[in-house]
Structures are given as C-alpha cells and as structure tokens.
C-alpha cells in the first residue's frame, strides 16, 4: 500500500537522521480500530533501549518529526506503550483514484517475487476418468495461483502430471477391455477391483463398432490397446473440461517419459551421490528418517519395481534440473502424511526449505437439494467437473471453490451458486461491478462526461467517511495481493472482492451519485466508482471470474 511505503520511508529518515538502525522487526499496519488512524508502527519500542529513551518519549518524537518530512500525514499521536497512530489526508488518499486509473488492469501488480521462477503443479489425476468436483477445487486454486503469483513478481509457469504409468492405468485397460468382451458376448470373469462407470462401457462400445475383431486379441494385447485408447480420449476429455473452466496448462508432463528419459536413474544416482540411500533385503531404501520422516522408504522394491514414492522423488528432481526455484503441488488432503517424506527428499536433493510448498484441498462437499452429491471414480455415481459448471456456470464454479481457505471443507450449494441474489457471494461481487457500470452508463445518456484522467480538482468532493473507506480499501489492494501471493492462500481475495463489494453496495444505497445540483460532486464520484469498477475487474481476473457490465 502506498501509504505503508510513504510513512516507512519517512520514518527510516528519521531513523537515520538519529544515527540508529532501522529494527528488522519493524511493524506497520493499521491499527485494529480504524478510529485510531489508518497505519500505526512499533519502532519506538524497538529502538527505545538504543536510543536511550523510554517508548512513549522516543515515540514522541516521532510525532513531532513526521509531518515535517510528508506533508500528507495529517495527525501523529502517541498510543499505549509507544506506538505511532498515523492519519494520512483526504487529499492523499484521493490520488488513489488516479493511480488505479494510471495502472488499468496492472493495479496491483508489484515486484515482491522479483522474477522467481515458480512452477506451480496442479490437477494431475489420474487419467482413468472424467475430472470431479473434488479435482475442481484443486483447478480452480491452482490456475488462481498462478495468476495471483504473477500479479506479484513471480515468474510462473504451470504444469500437468499425467499418471500415464503403474497399477491404476492396468486397470483402466483391463476395465475397458473386460467390457469390451462384454459387449461381444464373450465369458467374462470380474476382478473385485475395476472401473465401472458409464463412460468405461462408452469406450468400450466405440472401441468394438470400431473393430468388431478386437474381442480375439488375446488378452494382454487386448488390454494394452484399450488402455491406450481409454487413457487418451479420457485426458482429451479432461483438458477439454479444464478449458471450459478456464484453467490453463502450460505443460503436460508424462509419468512414463521418467524412466524412458532416464530421470529415475539421473534421480537415485543423485541421492546415492548425498549419502542418502542404502541396499537392505533386496530393495533399494531412501533414508528418510534422518531427513525428518518418520521411517525410512522403499524406493524400489525387491522385485524390482518402483514405488510410487519413486516417481515422485524422480519427478521433482527432473523439476529442479529444468531450473525452476520453487515448487508448490495442490495436492488433496488425503496426502497431508506425504509432505514430510517429499520434503525430506527436496532437502537430500540440497535444496533449502522455501524451494518446495504443497498446497492442501479439502474435500468438497456437493449438496443438491439440501442432500448430499455422492462421489465415486469407480462405483461412476460421481458429479463431475463439467456437470456443475453446465449447471451453474465456470464464474459460480470458481468463485464457491476460492471463496474459504483450500485446506478447510467446502460445501457448495448448487441452488445457492445459481441465485441471482446477494447472498450468492459471486452475484454479490459482479453486481457491484455491473452496478458501477449502470451508473456510468446512466450519466452518460444525461450528457455527464467524466474526463479520461482524474485530476486533484476533480476529485476535491470526496469527504465524506464513506468515500474515503472505499479510497482506503482500493489502496490496500496491492498489499493484499503480495501477501495473499507469498501465503499461497487464493482466498485472501475473493475476501477482499466481497468486502470492497459490501462497501460500494452500502456506498450506493447511503449516497446519490447523479445529482442534479452538483456537478462538482457528481463527477467526483463516478471517478471513484470507475476506479472501484477497475479493482473489482482486476481481482475477478485473479480469480479466473468474469465482471460482466450488466446483469
């Protein structure tokens, strides 16, 4: 936020001019009760022992310093122990409305990532059926993260890892296959553990109109070519679903190139190289124990096959060889016991802490009618991803998976998605925009014309407390954005949207913006409604969330 540059600038001066050293502790933020100024900082506690003063008379000076060095603060005072309660002029926090319309859709961008290089990891199911709810929600953070990364600095790029490898493939192909003999008449026996869902016997039957000849291969052909065939048109169907979503890959990684590419090797070989792996009763164990996991792992095993553990240390690594710093998985949160084991495997691979981060995603809980969705890959009576976007939109879909925090359960009402109310949370924050938008709209068929540029003058009528709450709140945009980016946590802004929402909502119903007999004020406030319209846009935009211009 501005306002946290101005006055940490003005105070480091001071700082400086006293010969001390600026506290690596150093607070400042608004205090919890607005009525005790818009920012208050703890620096004279800090430097009270250096500088030889009690608190609240190092603190006073302060006070008496500041409004020398910015003339936009308009009031210091001394509260509690020490800490400096700043207000900031009307007139300073006016010229927010300029900078938003000087950035357009950049407002809020910054440069705390300084051009990290990120890859964010997401989705990647198994492709062995249709995308659920569940992999929405992980869709919907990840794509939102990203964008939200990239607001703030970071260099991202996205990626896919398709499980195109191991046990849960076989069975796709074996499932297939066994319906496919199925439909052709022939004796099939079935395994307790297969897919059953509808879009198995889709395939299937496609697969034999095809090639009425397929049910005489003999079996492993069989099943290879329909694991092929299933695999791909799922993940054809999969990314189509993503697209509609508005979630975007910028690479699709295959799990079966690992060990073809050598990276499993390239991968053991580097943790033998660190001293961290050891033969033990015919399988090959990573140690993991003295890394912070709670036992040491197989990696491959004494028939020779490799864990699924085994992959994923080869994976990340592969990651780090292609030169990204950080790595951050939304991984469900039935993979919460996996974190220690993958972390302690980053640490054997020599890369500090803050190079790798899992985002968890709770479980969705999808209700109809009041009554719960049941959801199972394999029993096919789950809702998928493309149903609950078809019926209640990709905005409504996003906007309920990121409006609480991903590592908490969610339930999404489907009735209430739909609503065109305010208490649909998405509706909520659209209608603020499309309200603006109405008012501008309406001001022009009065003949009002607000000028392109904002200016001093122009603005001069916003006094009153409610217009400069919603300055303050477009103000702090920025500093949501860097936060919530550095937190990974996604729902710091669909937070922030329906507060700054809330308060143009009430703005509206307290305040006329078209008056008649002031023209002064009138203009006044469609240059901040404007600049409201163009934060609320840019935070959908984090959100993959379209802001419609009527509703």
């Not at 961290?276 to 015919?282: A, E, M, R, W």
């Amino acid at each position: 936020m501005r306002a946290t540059d101005v006055l940490r600038s003005a105070l480091m001066g001071i700082v400086e001019e006293m010969g001390l050293a600026w506290p690596a502790k150093a607070v400042i933020e608004p205090p919890r009760d607005p009525k005790h100024g818009d920012l208050a900082a703890n620096i004279a506690m800090l430097l009270a022992r250096e500088a030889r003063k009690n608190p609240r008379e190092l603190a006073q000076v302060f006070v008496e310093k500041l409004p020398q060095r910015c003339a936009d603060i308009e009031k210091v005072e001394v509260a509690g122990p020490g800490f400096c309660n700043v207000t900031f002029s009307q007139h300073f926090w006016r010229k927010t409305v300029c900078e938003v319309e000087a950035a357009g859709a950049d407002y809020g961008r910054s440069s705390v990532g300084q051009g990290r290089r990120t890859l964010v990891e997401y989705v990647s199911a198994n492709p062995t059926g249709p995308l659920h709810v569940g992999h929405g929600r992980g869709a919907a953070v990840g794509d939102s993260l990203a964008r939200l990364l990239r607001k703030a600095g970071f260099d991202v790029e996205t990626e896919y890892y398709i499980n195109d490898a191991g046990r849960q493939m076989r069975i796709l192909g074996l499932s297939v296959w066994l319906r496919v003999k199925e439909l052709a008449g022939r004796p099939v026996e079935w395994p307790e553990d297969y897919y059953r869902g509808s879009y198995i016997i889709d395939i299937a039957r496609e697969m034999l109109a095809e090639d009425p000849g397929l049910p005489d291969m003999e079996d492993q052909a069989g099943q290879d070519r329909c694991y092929e065939r299933a695999m791909n048109e799922i993940l054809d169907g999969i990314k189509a679903d993503l697209a509609d979503f508005r979630v975007e890959h910028q690479h699709w990684f295959s799990e079966k190139t690992l060990v073809e590419s050598g990276a499993v090797k390239a991968a053991f070989d580097a943790l033998t190289a660190a001293g961290h792996t050891y033969s033990k009763d015919g399988a090959f164990w990573f140690a993991t124990q003295a890394l912070g996991d709670d036992k040491d792992r197989v990696l491959r095993k004494s028939d020779g096959s490799l864990t699924y553990f085994a992959s994923d240390i080869a994976y990340h690594h592969n990651k780090f060889r292609r030169g990204y710093d950080w790595l951050i998985d939304i991984w469900g949160a039935d993979h919460h016991g996996y974190v220690p084991r993958m972390r302690a495997a980053i640490t054997a691979m020599g890369k500090p802490r803050e190079s790798f981060d899992v985002v968890l995603i709770q479980l969705v809980n999808l209700l109809q009618g009041g009554k719960p969705v049941s959801m199972s890959t394999r029993a096919g009576t789950f809702e998928t991803l493309a149903d609950v976007v078809k019926e209640v939109g990709a905005d409504a879909a996003r906007f309920m998976f990121l409006s609480r925090k991903s590592d908490t359960s969610l339930d999404f009402d489907l009735e209430l998605a739909k609503q065109r109310s305010l208490d649909n949370p998405v509706y909520y924050v659209q209608y603020a925009h499309a309200r603006i938008c109405a008012v501008l709209r309406r001001a022009g068929e009065r003949g009002i014309t607000l000028p392109a540029a904002a200016t001093d003058e122009l603005l001069a009528a916003l006094d009153t407390p409610e217009d400069m709450a919603l300055l303050r709140k477009m103000a702090g945009f920025e500093d949501m954005v860097a936060t919530a980016a550095q937190a990974l946590a996604v729902h710091h802004v669909s937070h922030y949207l329906m507060d700054l929402a809330g308060m143009l909502h009430s703005y509206y119903a307290r305040h006329q913006v078209l008056l008649a007999d002031d023209t002064a004020r009138t203009l006044s406030r469609l240059a901040l409604l404007r600049a409201v319209s163009q934060v609320l846009r840019n935070g959908l935009d984090l959100l993959g969330v379209s802001a419609p211009e009527a509703m």
